[in-house]
Each structure stands twice: as C-alpha cells, then as structure tokens.
C-alpha cells in the first residue's frame, strides 16, 4: 500500500480504491493546510521516526467544520501547499476526504479502515487539537477505535493535558517510551510526545503573506505615480 508520487504539484496522489493486503502503518495528519507550513512537516517527520511509521497521510480538509469560510485558500490552493512540503513517498498529500465524501474525521476514519483492512492507523494531532477535541463529532468513539499521538505547541500543553479530552482518557494514556509500538496498541491508546515544539502556524503565515503583498502593492502604485 505504499504510494508514490513523483511529479510534485500534479494531480493528487490517488489511494487504491480498495486498498491491498498489506500491512503497513499509517499516521494519519489532518487539517485545513490553510496553508501548509514547516510545523506540519515537523510533526510528520517526527511521528515517522519516533512512531515508526511507514507513511504519513497529510489528509487535506474539504472543510473543516469547526473553522469558518474566511480567510480560507481555496482547497484546490491548500491540496499544493500541502503537497510542496511532502516528498510523494513517505509524507503523502491527498484529498481523499473530498472523493470519501466525509467531512467529519469520525467518518473519514472508518471509510479508511474499510478501503484498508489491514493498515494499522494512528491519527496525529497538535496540543491545540486535543484542547478542541471534546467539540469534535463522535470524539469519544474516534479514541475507542483509533490510536493517537499528541505533539506539543507552544501555549497549547498545559491547557491540553488538564483538559477535558485527557481527563476522560487518561487511563489509556502510555508513556513515550512506547511510542515505536502506538501504531500495534489496542484503542483506546493515547500519548503525548515529548519533542521539539515548532511555532509555525498557518495564521501568521497567512498574515506574513499578506503583508508581502500590501507591500508589493504600495510599491507597485507609487511606481506608477
């Protein structure tokens, strides 16, 4: 079931329709990639080596139901950001929840475990999701059935780990040092993992951006004048 995509920025990696026989781990990285930036590309190549995973789906969000419309790329434009950071062999960029037709990450997941029997999946998240995590559709199934592991960000770990979601999970919680077997766990499993935080984040990329381009702009107009 590995999946190769040699030409970068080209139509999305397209996962067997049915999947195959064989196994393999899987994290699982969603998001509105809004856009991608180095703090994803952190986290999926960190789960690779301390989860040791196989791959690493960057599953990129027709729309995310708890994020509004405003100030979001079009999906078409964060499908290519996330696939400029990926390499198309072990971090892989896709769509899938658009051709699952899934919005909500509880049913996306069990669409993925039936198209792949026998891949042994865990879902990656941030310190800001297990926070919001409460909030999601189904969240308490999505724990019984999926194992996951939890990234530090920065202002997000206290509030994280005495929130909701890891008060009601905390005895399903295991200890780093079983992060190589996660993927083999029986759900519910959780951790978090003690690693490099990175700051990047999507909003003040966007907001970088932005301030690129008022710039460009002013400089554009007073050259006219």
Known sequence: MLITNPKQLKPAVRLPRFGDQRRTRIGLLGGSFNPAHDGHLHIARTALQRLRLDQVWLLVSPGNPLKGSQDMMSAAARLDSARAIADGRR????????????????????????????????????????????????????????????????????????????????????????????????????????????????????????????AAAEKALGESR
């Open 91 to 214: 971090i892989i960029a896709t769509d899938i929840e658009r051709h699952l037709h899934t919005r909500y990450t509880a049913d996306t997941l069990d669409a993925l475990r039936r198209r792949f029997p026998r891949a042994d999946f865990i879902w990656l998240m941030g310190a800001d999701n297990l926070v919001q995590l409460p909030q999601w559709r189904r969240w308490m199934e999505i724990a019984r059935k999926t194992p996951f592991a939890v990234m530090p960000r920065p202002s997000y770990n206290h509030a994280a780990l005495a929130g909701k979601a890891a008060r009601r999970l905390r005895r399903w919680r295991s200890g780093a040092r079983h992060a190589a077997s996660l993927a083999m766990q029986p759900a519910p499993a959780w951790m978090f993992l003690d690693i490099r935080q990175n700051a990047s984040s999507a909003t003040r990329l966007r907001q970088k951006l932005h301030c690129a381009e008022t």
